[in-house]
Each structure stands twice: as C-alpha cells, then as structure tokens.
C-alpha cells in the first residue's frame, strides 16, 4: 500500500502550518485530530473513574480505559494471559518508558539483585534505561557492563557474548538507537541472555511507533515503550511484563486500586496488572492511546515501516552530498533516526540557524552522555521521522542546512 | 532570520573562530569548570586575582558559537578590572540578554558586550551566554568549582 502523506498530514493540526518542517519526531511526534477529539469525547461525554464504580458512567469509563489494554496487547502481540476480570496480566500502564523502567528496576532489582550481580546494558542507551540500574545497582550491590558500538553504531555482538556468564541476572537494551537509528538484533540478544538464566528488558520508545512489534516472538521479559512518541498523548506509557516474574515482585506504589485487602496490620496485593497501577492511572491518556494505536493500525506498521524506511534513504543521499558532513551512526539495519555534525559549526548553531527555518531539529547529547562520549562528541544535531514527513520536509531542511554551511563558514 | 543575523554579528563569529585569552593560567587564583550539561557546552575559567583586581582571566574549553564567543569576550573585557567591577558588569550583562535591562542605557559599562543583547529575543540560547560569566561568578563569590546553568 503506498501511503499517501499529503493525507495524512491534513490529520495533525500542528503541521497545518505550511512553513513548519518538523523533524524532532524522535523526541516527541505530533498528535492527529483524531487523538485529540477522542480525549475530548471521554472528557465531555465518558468521563468518571475507572474500576468500580457503579453507574453506567463509570462503567463506560472502565470499558474504554480496559479496551486500550486489549489493544495494546494485540498491537505488540503479547500473549494471552488473562486475569479473573480477563484483564490481560501482561500489560501495566505506566506514565510512559521511563516510569516502565524505573517500575523494574526498583521492583525487580530490588528484591532480585544481590552484590555482585551483573546487568548488561548498551553504550547506546537512553540516559532513562542506564540511570535506573545504576540507582539499584548502588543500593544492591550489582555490577554494571556495557556492550559497545562498532565505528558504524552497532552493536558489537562479540563484545555482548564475552559479558554474558553466570553472574549476568538481567540484560535491558534499547530495541532502536535515540542517536543513531540503529534497530538492535532483539531476539538474538534475548536468547542469548536466557541461555545464560539471564532476563530481558527492551526499551521500545524508538522502535513501537515505527515498526510491527511482536514481543512474543522477540521473546523478551519486559518490553516498555510511551505514548507521546505514537502520535497519543504525553504522560501515558505501557510496561509488557511477564507475568509470572511480576506474580512474584513486591509492588511499585502503595495507594488505592493496587490492594486486595487493607487492614490496620497490612495489606494484600490485587492480582496482575492492578497490583502494579496505584491510583487513579491516566484515563483519557490511556483512552487517547488507544486512538493512536488505531490511527496507526488504519495506515498498517509495515507500510509505516517501509515508508520511514524509504524516507530515510532519501536523506541519507542527500545529506551525503554536503561537504564536511559527519553522520553517527550507520548501522546496516536503521531506523528514521539521523544524527550528524558539520566541521567548524556546534550542533547548537546549527539547530538554531535551522529553526530560523522553522525546521524543527535536535542538537544536544540526546540523553546518551555514554554514547556521546564513546564518539567522543559534546553533542549532534538529530533529524528524526514520522508518518507525516515527506520529501518535500527533507529538501526543505537540506537547503537550510546548506545555508548553515554558508553562513557559519 | 534578521534578529538570528543580528545576534551571531561579526564580533561574535570572529571571538568564535579566533577567541581571545584561550589558554591556561598556570599559576591561578581560581580556576573554575563551567557546564552545560544538555549542550555539552563545557569550559574551564581561569582568573588571577591581585588586591580584589582580575590581573589576568583566560579559557579554555568546547561550546557553540554563542557561548565561546561570550566567554573569549568576557575575559577580554575583565583584564584590569576589580571584583566588585566585574559582578556589577554580571548583573548588568544578566539582566541585558534576559530583556530585564536596556543595553542603550548601559553602552558605557558594557561597551562591546552590548553585542550579545539580541540573546533577550532567544531565551534558549540564554544559558549558552551566560555559561562562562555564572563560572566566574561564582568562582568569586563562592569559590565553588564546578558550575552547572542547568
């Protein structure tokens, strides 16, 4: 199917503004009409909490807020695990990855780790899938390794496999670079880690939106990706978790909606995934996610896929042609995601000449000090894809970026 | 573009390419690193102090354009002058690129730093101007080492 992006545009309000290229999708994308109404449909004519509530309105409430979950497992292909409300076990709302994140580092880390454990991370990885381990790390007692890039920003695989051992408890690893658009080899690095007893978390901020994603044949523990990087709102995100390793974890939050029962002396959890969503969760985002998810299901992640993918050759050809230009990352499997630095001119003059465009891009470390600091580079300037970017953006940001080269040198 | 153009003016390009003072002062009173950690931008300020007066201020480091200009033109400007000089000049050179104060209303302490007051229409770029002179800043006033802008 050919996607028809002159279309698709028309559906995102912010973009209706002729003059704005906007290429920071990678950080946050723009939200379609769609999103929007819906969020305003459950507040003016849904809206009230979820979960037992007893008139009709509440329950509306609950089969929206409860029908995103059925979706989200269907749109990631999470196995069917459901609980006594046939509520599937696997999937907890969160704020978004990094709350995901942080919601298995502390619980899983911290009743888990013991001294001298071993996580493996990537130098790739989003400050939000290194900080997390390294505060449980700190209160555990665990070791942290990190698997590094070749010079074209993959990783290096021989590198992984002599960090693999006995000691190694959880291996956590960004499915698509933030910086380089590298997409990761998952499933060989999931099987890798479970030969080893080893479990397995995939950041998927950078992957879900772009791509079909299919966790259960990825075969990974965790998988956690957000909202706000799907065309949904902010503040919403969805931690795919293997349930029979949740069973046993003590909870993230104490509050209302997480217990079974409360008494003076303690209290007992509710069954997955309550147990690990205390009060009351983000309903219209939730709901509004679920637009999302349709949105993208209409257009189909394959053609999605493809079209980003064609998109982002089309760049790298023209972004080729410019003199003294330096792209990171090159990775033979790569996503919509394009850092780079031009000799002589700092990323931020860059971004700024840019904007005097309106060409909307990055210039910074992007949250990954680590991977900034193996190329030994303060900060890149990022061009980043979605499904309303077309030809026209990319040779609109290329004539600008040739007027930085003029301007600046 | 036309504000854009007026705020990187020649004076500003040039301290970029060609910066002045950009070396260390080995025997230093304080010595003190100046980072922004969502830039990159990161420098270390030099300065000598004799009698309350800067003898001598230098720096050394890696920013944009914006933020190694403003630190080349700051220790130029600086030589000679005494502390309590150069914290009336911070607060003056604060308050002109947050759009607090007008620059033609202090042309003459401010003399070739009036050149960063088209930073007031780029409040994001504030923090890449402000850099070097928070460094110095608190590195005479506190004697703090490592200052961070954000």
């Known amino acids: 199917m050919k996607i028809d992006v002159a279309k698709i545009k028309q559906d995102f309000p912010c973009?209706?503004?002729?003059?704005?290229?906007?290429?920071?999708?990678?950080?946050?994308?723009?939200?379609?009409?769609?999103?929007?109404?819906?969020?305003?449909?459950?507040?003016?004519?849904?809206?009230?909490?979820?979960?037992?509530?007893?008139?009709?309105?509440?329950a509306e409430a609950t089969v929206a807020y409860e029908g995103v979950r059925k979706?989200?497992?269907?749109?990631?292909?999470?196995?069917?695990?459901?609980?006594?409300?046939?509520?599937?076990?696997?999937?907890?709302?969160?704020?978004?990855?990094?709350?995901?994140?942080?919601?298995?580092?502390?619980?899983?880390g911290g009743s888990q780790l013991k001294p001298d454990d071993e996580i493996i991370l990537t130098i790739m990885e989003h400050h939000s899938n290194i900080v997390p381990w390294q505060l449980i790390a700190a209160k555990?007692?665990?070791?942290?390794?990190?698997?590094?890039?070749?010079?074209?920003?993959?990783?290096?695989?021989?590198?992984?496999?002599?960090?693999?051992?006995?000691?190694?408890?959880?291996?956590?690893c960004t499915h698509v670079s933030n910086v380089l658009g590298t997409v990761n080899p998952i499933k060989e690095i999931v099987q890798e880690a479970k030969a080893v007893g080893a479990i397995t978390l995939v950041d998927g901020a950078q992957s879900v939106p772009h791509m079909p994603v299919n966790v259960t044949d990825l075969g990974c523990d965790f998988y956690a990706f957000s909202s706000h990087k799907l065309g949904g709102p902010t503040?919403?995100?969805?931690?795919?978790?293997?349930?029979?390793i949740m069973q046993e974890l003590p909870p993230y939050m104490g509050g209302g909606d997480?217990?079974?029962f409360v008494t003076t002396e303690g209290a007992s959890w509710a069954e997955l995934p309550s147990k690990f969503e205390a009060g009351t969760p983000n309903i219209a985002g939730v709901v509004g996610l679920g637009e999302a998810i349709d949105y993208l299901t209409s257009i189909g992640m394959e053609n999605i896929h493809n079209y980003e993918?064609?998109?982002?050759?089309?760049?790298?050809?023209?972004?080729?042609?410019?003199?003294s230009i330096k792209i990171y990352g090159n990775a033979e499997k790569r996503a919509g995601v394009i850092s780079f630095a031009l000799e002589e001119v700092h990323a931020h003059d860059i971004a700024h000449f840019l904007s005097q465009k309106s060409v909307c891009t990055r210039a910074g470390h992007h949250c990954a000090q680590p991977l900034m600091n193996h190329f030994g580079v303060d900060s890149t300037t990022r061009i980043s894809f979605y499904i309303y970017n077309d030809t026209s953006d990319i040779d609109r940001f290329i004539e600008a970026l040739n007027e930085v080269r003029l301007f600046f040198t | 573009m036309d504000e854009f153009k007026e705020l990187y003016q020649e004076i500003i390009m040039d301290n970029n390419k060609y910066p002045k003072n950009f070396r260390e002062i080995e025997e230093c009173s304080c010595k003190v690193h100046g980072k922004n950690p969502m830039c990159g931008d990161n420098f270390t300020i030099y300065v000598k102090l004799e009698d309350e007066k800067i003898v001598d201020c230098s720096f050394q480091g890696a920013g944009c354009a914006i933020s190694k200009a403003s630190a080349s033109m700051m220790t130029e400007f600086?030589?000679?002058?005494?502390?309590?000089?150069?914290?009336?000049?911070?607060?003056?050179?604060?308050?002109?690129?947050?759009?607090?104060?007008?620059?033609t209303d202090h042309f003459d302490e401010l003399g070739k730093l009036v050149a960063f007051s088209g930073l007031s229409q780029f409040p994001v770029r504030v923090k890449c101007?402000?850099?070097?002179?928070?460094?110095?800043?608190?590195?005479?006033?506190?004697?703090?080492?490592?200052?961070?802008?954000e």
């Open chain 1, 15 to 58: 973009l209706q503004n002729s003059e704005l290229t906007y290429l920071d999708s990678a950080s946050t994308t723009q939200r379609p009409l769609q999103v929007v109404e819906r969020i305003k449909r459950f507040y003016c004519e849904q809206n009230a909490n979820v979960h037992r509530a007893i008139y009709d309105l509440g």
């Open chain 1, 71 to 108: 979706k989200v497992k269907e749109f990631i292909n999470a196995p069917t695990v459901l609980n006594s409300e046939r509520m599937p076990k696997n999937i907890i709302f969160t704020s978004g990855t990094t709350a995901a994140i942080n919601l298995v580092a502390q619980c899983w």
């Open chain 2, 78 to 103: 600086l030589q000679g002058k005494t502390i309590k000089e150069a914290e009336e000049v911070f607060d003056l050179f604060t308050g002109m690129i947050r759009g607090e104060i007008d620059a």
């Open chain 1, 140 to 172: 555990t007692g665990a070791k942290l390794k990190f698997v590094t890039v070749d010079s074209n920003g993959a990783l290096d695989l021989d590198h992984y496999r002599s960090l693999l051992s006995d000691k190694t408890k959880l291996v956590s």
């Open chain 2, 129 to 149: 101007a402000t850099l070097a002179w928070n460094a110095l800043h608190e590195a005479v006033t506190t004697g703090q080492e490592v200052v961070t802008t």
């Open chain 1, 235 to 244: 503040g919403v995100g969805v931690l795919y978790a293997n349930p029979d």
């Open chain 1, 258 to 260: 997480m217990i079974e």
């Open chain 1, 309 to 323: 993918q064609k998109l982002t050759e089309y760049t790298l050809e023209k972004l080729q042609e410019i003199p």
